[in-house]
């Protein structure tokens, strides 16, 4: 692993199934983030995680959950998927210092029917 | 509310040079991102600010003016691999990221 990797890659979804997006990074970062990117807006934070153990709710938490049991793994999971939720996902992380350049994972293009 | 307003698309020819704006309204201010993002990829880290002034990086440099809330990005020499869209992000009061919608670039040769 070199990075961040997020699985799956692309996944079609029918409404009111559960999913799991996974993130895994291997660079030790203590913060690890969610977001979403819709056509014509900016990447909107879902959830995010300063440190193993705990997580915080971005801009845009509701019908997502998220876990950070340890420091490499950050997963998403849609309790009950809906149509709103097509999306592209990415997963970013960075070392938590006040500079805080993050670095994102390759993506999750999700879509709900 | 927060805010960042960047324009949405521009064109430019291959050599030339472009500057793409940003002017943001944020509860706080600890920095300045700029990321590029080619279609179908994830976003990449291009440069920062959190002083005034201007950085620069190779071709592309990035200027800040926190009285005015206003950023930019200016790339010269441009080249067809340019053509990408370039994010604008401040980092707010707690030290989250508040992202633009993005300005794609289209190069034209």
């Known amino acids: 692993i070199a990075g961040i990797t997020q699985a799956p890659t692309s996944q079609i979804l029918a409404a009111g199934r559960r999913m799991t997006l996974r993130c895994t990074q291997d660079m030790r970062h203590n913060a690890m983030y969610w977001y979403r990117q819709d056509l014509g807006l900016g990447l909107r934070l879902i959830h995010y995680s300063n440190t193993a153990g705990t997580t915080g709710k971005g801009e845009v938490p509701d019908g997502y959950s998220v876990s950070r049991a340890n420091t490499d793994d950050f997963p998403l999971t849609l309790a009950s998927a809906v149509p709103s939720q097509t999306s592209v996902y990415f997963c970013a992380s960075s070392d938590g210092s006040s500079y805080n350049e993050q670095f994102f994972g390759p993506g999750t293009r999700l879509t709900v029917l | 509310g927060q805010n960042i307003d960047q324009p949405t698309e521009m064109t430019a020819t291959e050599g030339a040079i472009v500057q793409i704006n940003c002017t943001y309204q944020?509860?706080?201010?600890?920095?300045l991102f700029w990321y590029q993002q080619h279609a179908g990829e994830a976003p990449t880290f291009l440069s920062y600010?959190?002083l005034d002034g201007l950085e620069e990086k190779g071709r592309f440099s990035s200027f800040l003016s926190r009285s005015k809330g206003y950023s930019y990005l200016l790339l010269k020499e441009l080249q067809m691999k340019d053509s990408a869209s370039y994010l604008c992000?401040?980092?707010?009061?707690?030290?989250?990221?508040?992202w633009g919608a993005g300005t794609k670039l289209i190069i034209k040769p």
């Open positions: 944020t509860s706080g201010f600890n920095g």
């Open positions: 992000a401040v980092m707010d009061s707690n030290y989250q990221l508040i």
């Open positions: 600010n959190v």
